[in-house]
């Protein structure tokens, strides 16, 4: 062999073992991309796409790369899952990098969400295993901080507006009494057999209870006259007429004597095809349905009447059962009944809550003024009406209010146990589900609240806030004038809509103020910034520390004025 082609062998060989001998240098962060950055936190999750470059000529044949993303915050780190790489001599199953050409790659590294996160470092590091040697690159920082302005979407009865159940309760009921006085065929004369029936005495009856009862009063009374649908049309008019002049000069006449004073409203119905249709479905005559399908077949009376006395047989039960009862008058009256006065029933309910009525002591519960007093209402509403459900419900809302979220689940689970269909316990059990964070089952039960008394829609728009759809959020709370309906808009970078739903905010409070001061931040007004927060640590003293570490504001961090604000 030549000295020349020695001499060449030799320095390739000399390149060949420096490039599968020499350790990996320390990588630029220029090389490293990161999105978003800073982080976001999502659904409870924290996630990004790095996207990351072997430079040409870098990667060591005999080499094997871990690249691990390390989220650091604290005192704490947490770790995604790592990828492998290999270089073109070693034997395995990993992603290959050429020495020559270098490469890319991509990881999409995911954290559970920690609300201390939001002052955080995300690095690669980078642990190489090279001829049975393993050592350390220094590690990468790609990215800062976690912005995490959707987990400020609140669960807090306040916000979520619970659900309280019904009472039902009706200051002004109504006493109906009706009765019936029966005429003889082809006649409109009163008879004193039909005018001392009972149910004329009992008319009559509660005509003077009326009279002489402080708390009630006759709405209406109404007398009706009939005849049956048999005969002409002519006669049947004449006849009804006449039944109902008859039986309004006696009622007059009797409430003359009454010394009540009352006014009279009276018609009549030639015939009684309804009445005689009710008739017929309740008794028991042969041929009633084929007797139904007639009348439902035929619009004109005497056609009617026609076919039906073509049923020879049928018609002569008819004539005896149905159409007697069909020629009468009818009187009809209506009772205005004033119920106790709030004071009465407040004071009913702290001294003899039984004799209130099941509506009447829930309808207390409405008017207390603290929930201790309303406690209390709902406990002896239980002891009193243990099978009813709203009581379980109600009791379980105070408790909800005060905090004791344990207890208020399981009267609200108590509450559906003797009412599964309760829209208003299924709307409450899925708040609880909601705070605790278990969102389908939040979503499983306010899928049942149709109808509920609390506001659903901003609800389900917190859950959906919650699982990372802010879209969907943005739709079903749209309209709504609440803290989340705004936060939700921020999220959806609809300013100008959050900007006009926190200005409606029927009671605002502190994060009112906080997001009024994200908004400020996203829309480079310095001054509105520093006026809500401000507003916002005044009622909270707790949001110092989150606005100190919140990204919203990361350009006012070196700002005196910023800082001073948050002292």
Known sequence: MSKKILFLVTIASAVIFTSCSKKLTALDAAYIKTNPNPLEMKAGEVNATVTGTFPQKYFNKKAVVTVTPVLKYGNKETKAQSAVFQGEKVLGNDRMISYKAGGTYEMNPKFMFDPEMAKSELYLNFDV?????????????????????????????????????????????????????LFLIQQAQLRNSELNKDDIKQFSAKVKDARDAQNKEISSLEVLGYASPDGSLDLNTNLAEKRQKVTTDYINKELKKLQANVSVDS??????????????????????????????????PEQREREIKNLASTFQSIAGEILPQLRRSRLKMSVDVTGKSDAEIMSLASTSPKDLTANELLYAGTLATTTKEQADIYENFIDLHPEDARGYNNL????????????????????????PASPDANFNLGLVKLGKGLLTDAQAFFGKSAGTAGNLNAALGTSYIAQGDYTKALNVMRGSNTNNAALVQILNNDYNGARNTLAAVKNPNA???????????????????????????????????????????AKYFADANFLSILK
Do not use: C, H
């Open 129 to 181: 295993a090279q001829k049975k040697k393993t050592y350390k690159l220094p590690a990468l920082k790609i990215a800062d901080g976690v912005i995490s302005t959707a987990y400020l979407a609140s669960t807090s009865p306040k916000e979520l507006q619970p659900a309280l159940s019904p009472d039902n309760f009706q200051r002004i009921t109504q006493e109906n009494q009706d009765a019936d006085i």
């Open 267 to 300: 018609k009549f119905t030639a015939e009684d095809w309804d009445g005689f249709q009710k008739l017929m479905e309740a008794s028991n005559i042969q041929d009633k349905d084929l007797i139904l399908r007639v009348l439902s077949m035929y619009q004109d």
């Open 396 to 419: 379980g809302l105070m408790l909800y209010y005060d905090g004791d979220v344990k207890e208020a689940e399981r009267l609200f689970e108590k509450s559906l146990s003797l009412n």
């Open 511 to 553: 994060l009112t103020a906080y997001l009024g001061a994200i908004l400020a931040a996203r829309t480079n007004d310095r001054d509105t910034v520093y006026s809500n927060l401000r507003s916002a640590v005044q009622q909270d003293r707790t949001l110092i520390k989150k606005a100190l570490n919140d990204l919203e504001f």
